[in-house]
Every structure is written in C-alpha cells, then in structure tokens.
C-alpha cells in the first residue's frame, strides 16, 4: 500500500513525517477495526468464527449483548494479529495478518487495507462537506460587509467632495497606502507654474535693475548696433582731426553724424528699459494671481486632509473587509478542487495467502538460540579479562606500561631460592643471568653503574631480584654494593641471615664510617650495607645529600651500586631514592599486580623525572605459558625442572 502526502499544503520534512505517522497509527485503529468486522461480516463467517471460537460454545443466534461482545474480541483478535511494516526510505508500508489460516489471513489483510482507503476517502469528503458549508456562511457574510464598507465610503467621499484620480496599493498585502485627489493635483499644478513665474518675474526683475543701474544694453540687439556704428564714426573722426582742422567739410559732417548716432542711441536706450519695466510689472501681476490660487487650493487642500481621516479610516475597512473575502473565496475553490482530487492511498500488491507458515521456524531459533549464547559466553569471557588486571603475559608491559622488558622471573619455591641462583644452570639463574645481559645495553657505557629496584607493593620481588642481580653481576666479576635502602621494611638482613644492627640509616643520621658499615657475602659474591634501624623521618633523611656522597663515594671503589628501594605507593621515599642513581628498574609481579596501581606508581616515577630502564616481570607461573611464554633454555629444562611451584615465605620471591 502505497501513501501519499496531500500537495494541498507545502511539503516540508517536519510535516511529511507527521502525515506518515498519523497514517501508521490509523493503520492500527480500533475505529479501523470496527468498520473491517462490519464490513466483512464477519460475526457471520463460520470460518474465522471456528478458528477463533468465538461463539464460546453457544448453539443458536446471539442476541445483541452477546453480538456486542463479540464485535468486541473480533476487534481485539484483528488488532493483534495485524502488523504495520513501513519500507524504509519510500512511501510504501507492508500490512499483514498472522492467522492460523493463510486463507484467512490473506482475506483478512484485503479487507482491511480496503476499508483503510475508503475510511480515508469518507473522512476528505466529510472534512470537505463541512469546510465548504462554513465557508459558503462567512463568506456571503463579509460580502454583505465589504458592499456596506465600500458604500459607506463612496457616501462620505461625495459629500466632502473628495475627488480620487489615483489609488496605490501594497503588492504584499493588497492594502491602500495612498489616494491622489482632484485638489491635491490642482495644488501640485499650480504650484509647478508658480514657481515658473516666480523665475521669470526674478529674471525680469534682474534685467530690469541692471538696464536702470548702468547704461549697458549689451542684450538689446539695436542698441549694441548703434553703439557699434557710433564707434567706428569716432574712429573716423579722430583720425580726419590729425590731417585737417576742425572746420574742414568731411570733419563738420562726420560731427553731424556722430550727434545723431548718439541721439539714436539715447532713444532706443528709453524705448529698452521701458520695455524691461513692462516685462517685469507682466511677471509679477503673474506672480501674485498664481500664489493666490496657491494660497486658496492649499487651503481648500488642508480642509480636503483633516476630512481624509475619517476618509482613510472607511478606505481601511473596506481594505479589511475586501481581504478577508477575497482569502476566503480563494480557499473555497481550493476545497472545492480537493474534494473532487484523488484518493492519496492507493493499493500497489493486494495479499495472497502464504505457501507456509510464518511462526514457529525451528532452524532459524535454534540458530539464534546458538549466536545468543556464543554472543553471551564472548561477552561474559570479555568481561572477565577486562576485569582481570594482572599481568598475564609479561611481553605486555611493553604494550600496556610502555616499558622495555628486561626479563622474566619464574615462580619458584622460597626454601629452593638460594640453592637455585647459585647454580648456574637453574632457571632462575638463568632468567636473572638473561636480565643482567640486558641491562648492559641500556647505556652507552654498559650496565649502568647505579639503579635501584622498586615495585608498586610489598611483596612483589624486589628484595630477591635486587639479590640477584647482584649476585649475577657479582659472579661475572664485578665489584657489586647492594645497600637496602628500604630502612622502614628491612627484608636483605632477612634474606642473608644476619643482624640489621647497622647500616644505611646510620649514615644517613651522620655517620661517616663507612667502611665499618659495609659487609660482605663471599656465597653471593657482593657486598652490602645493611638498612639499619628504623629512623622516625625516613623522608627527611632520603631528602638530604647524604644519600647522593655515600653513592658517589661507592662508586669510586664498586663497578655497581644497586639500592634495594621501598614500593611507590604509600610512600615519599621511592622518588626520593631515584635521584642520586641513574636509573630505575620497575618490578612488577606477574600474578597479583594491578594494572591501575601499577600505572599510577610509574606516573610518580615519571612526575620525578626518574629514568625507569624497564620492568622486571617476576613470578611468572604456568598460567602465564598459556599465553605463549615459558621457558627452554640451552640446558633442556623449564618447568618440569623439578623444584616445585609453592607460595612465598619469608625468603626468596616474596618481601
């Protein structure tokens, strides 16, 4: 079935999709729903009352409480078995009925869509018939007003004598904005020749005062020729009077001459300003004839415009009036054209009754059944290792901490600890081996001579691997001083097996002799300097330059220095120990560390300007091989070395 929006009224988006969703919710009416059961009669087809019982069972004919009540669940029946698809991106919507017949449910579907268009063709001619009854009453109305309006109009002009010539109106609205009156041109008229006259009497006047002031005469045309001729006869006789006397004939008679040429002169002179004088007395008789007509239609004109008034206030209302019929004549011949349009609803494929059923499909439920569940088992394993922080492959650091991995340590038993990273061909030696050999590459002159070894917690293998590298480096043979600089939680005496009597926070106090505080471990190959007791400010002490002499005086008798340094978190004293050494090495324990906390830990590394070399993954067990990292060294071996994977104790991996 195919919709259309009515063109009756501008198209715009907003509009067009309100139409659509009025039609969809037609679609669905109940009103829809009475009129199909009406109809298709269908409280009296035996067919779609079997499939639905509606009789409930009842032998002979219904009376109407009981027809009631079924045109009722008919409906109710009709409405949830009828389903609106509108196809995206077209004017088209797919309408469908789910039965348990697919006859009935083709019947169903046509005779609903029929009743929908003839519904929609009862409701334009209905809205039609009532549009045009009204428009016909108010229209003969503002007739009757506007001829009432326009004779007021015509009375009132004829009695004020208001004369219009000439009517403007706007192009927008149609209104009166200006009448041109009899007197108003009148007026404009005169006043045009007024100001001609008062140009020619100002001209006359000019020419008149300058003939009056001053005997040039330029303009009149005989005296100029006078005066030209008089000239010349000068002329002559000035140069006759330089030959001859004054009594020589041709002298007397040019004398006689130049006396009448001058006589001449003086008459046309008189006869010129006489004219002049005529010409301006002429202009400005003129003058005052024309400013006193001006004078009675200005005020004629005056009178005209305060009796306008009222005039302009009966223009507007018939304006007003004329508007308003005009708009309304203009709207009934547009319904009138609607009413006799075309339906805008239009049926395009009438229904068939489906070759199968359309519910239940076994194969396509037990296929979505399949995809929810491998989709829910995904979601739930995904929401797991999102949830799981730990370190479960330590090549990550490198992705996720943005560190260079230095090695990787195995989970081993603590009793089995020392005798491991003495041998030489154990795993754990050879994993602290393998991260020693990457530590000489890390500067430009090796391994570097200073670092310290700290982790975000307690517990995750500092103190050992702080052991072991010294160890390592010790039996490669160098000179290694490891000093446990973690003076709040001492754990190298524990490691060794001696007493923490002495030690770093002795000096740190201002103890000078150093010699008398440094030990050394001949089964390990290195020495070391002890933490010592536990002072009351370890920060304060961690903050002098203390620290930075003892290192640089060790360093004058040790290739390495390697400070055993507290966890970051909780704590001032890391930061603070990672100043006078090159470098950091960042232990993080592949079981039970915190992605988070591990981050947050080297962010204050970072805020210190510490160089942090790289991480060093320990206790690395079997659940992290699953992840494709073990270990098969040259030897043969790797977890089935036969050592055994137990829990931390005081000694070895733990702290």
């Known amino acids: 079935m195919e919709t259309d929006v009515e063109g009756a009224r501008e198209k715009t988006i907003s509009n067009e999709i309100a139409f659509f969703n009025t039609q969809y919710s037609l679609l669905e009416s109940r009103s829809l729903a009475a009129r199909t059961v009406r109809a298709g009669n269908l409280l009296n087809d035996k067919d779609f009352l079997a499939q639905y019982d509606l009789t409930g069972g009842e032998e002979g004919t219904p009376n109407s409480a009981q027809r009631a009540r079924m045109a ?190 001058n006589q001449s002169v003086s008459t046309e002179t008189q006869r010129s300003r006489a004219l002049n004088q005529e010409s301006y007395a002429s202009a400005l008789k003129r003058e005052k004839e024309l400013q006193a007509e001006l004078d009675r239609l200005t ?17 507007r209302e018939v304006d007003t009036n004329r508007q308003l019929y005009d708009g309304l004549l203009q709207r009934y011949k547009e319904i009138g054209a609607a009413g006799v349009g075309t339906n805008n609803i239009a049926v395009v494929d009438t229904a068939t009754p489906s070759p199968g059923p359309s519910s239940p499909k076994l194969i396509l439920n037990v296929a979505l059944a399949l995809i929810a569940g491998f989709g829910l088992a995904g979601a739930l394993v995904f929401l797991l290792e999102q949830l799981d922080q730990s370190i479960r492959d330590p090549s990550e650091v490198s992705d996720r901490f943005g560190l260079p991995l230095l090695g990787s340590i195995p989970k081993v038993d603590a009793d089995t600890f020392e005798e491991l990273l003495l041998d030489k061909k154990s795993m754990i030696y050879e994993a602290y081996f393998a991260a020693q050999t990457n530590l000489t590459f890390l500067t430009n002159h090796g391994a570097p001579r200073s670092f310290m070894l700290t982790s975000t917690r307690p517990a995750e293998g500092k103190s050992s691997s702080a052991l072991s590298l010294a160890s390592v480096f010790g039996q490669t043979g160098k000179k290694v001083m490891l000093i446990d600089a973690d003076i709040r939680s001492p754990s190298l005496n524990e490691l060794l097996d001696v007493d923490n009597r002495n030690g770093l926070s002795n000096y740190l106090t201002g103890f000078d002799k150093v010699s008398e505080l440094i030990a050394s471990s001949p089964e390990f190959g290195f020495d070391y300097i002890l933490a010592g007791p536990m002072p009351p400010n370890a920060a304060e002490l961690f903050s002098s330059s203390r620290l930075s002499e003892l290192v640089e005086l060790l360093l004058r008798d040790y290739d390495h220095v390697i400070l055993d340094a507290p966890p970051v978190l909780g704590l001032a004293d890391a930061p603070l120990l990672a100043r006078p050494v090159e470098g950091v090495i960042f232990t993080i324990d592949a079981s039970s560390s915190s992605a988070r906390a591990i981050k947050s830990a080297l962010n204050r590394l970072r805020q210190t300007d510490a160089q942090i070399f790289g991480a060093l993954v320990t206790k690395v067990g079997r659940r992290n091989e699953i992840y494709g990292y073990g270990y098969g060294y040259g030897y043969g071996y790797g977890y089935g070395y036969g050592y055994g994977y137990g829990a931390d104790k005081s000694r070895g991996n733990s702290e």
């Open 72 to 261: 009722e669940r008919a409906e109710k029946i009709l409405l949830d078995a009828v389903s609106i698809e509108p196809v995206r991106q077209s004017s088209l919507v797919d309408v469908s009925f789910s039965t348990p017949s697919a006859t009935l449910s083709a019947k169903l579907t046509n005779l609903w869509v029929q009743q929908f268009v003839a519904a929609n063709l009862d409701r334009r001619f209905s809205a039609t018939s009532d549009a045009r009854r009204f428009l016909e009453q108010r229209i003969g109305s503002l007739r009757r007003n506007l001829e009432d309006s326009e004779r007021e109009l015509i009375t009132y002009a004829a009695n004020n004598d208001i004369i219009t010539l000439e009517t403007r109106s706007d192009p927008g609205t149609g209104r009166t904005i200006g009448d041109r009156t009899l007197v108003a041109a009148d007026v404009e008229k005169i006043s045009t020749a007024l100001s001609v006259a008062r140009d020619a009497r100002i001209a006359a006047e000019s020419q008149l005062s300058s003939s009056v002031s001053s005997t040039d005469l330029s303009s009149n045309a005989a005296v100029s020729a006078l005066r030209q001729r008089r000239a010349e006869l000068m002329a002559d006789l000035a140069r006759l009077r330089k030959i001859f006397g004054e009594e020589y004939p041709e002298i007397v008679a040019k004398k006689e001459q130049l006396a009448a040429l």
């Open 299 to 315: 005020g004629k004109y005056r009178d005209q415009q305060r009796r306008s008034i009222e005039y302009a206030i009966l223009q």
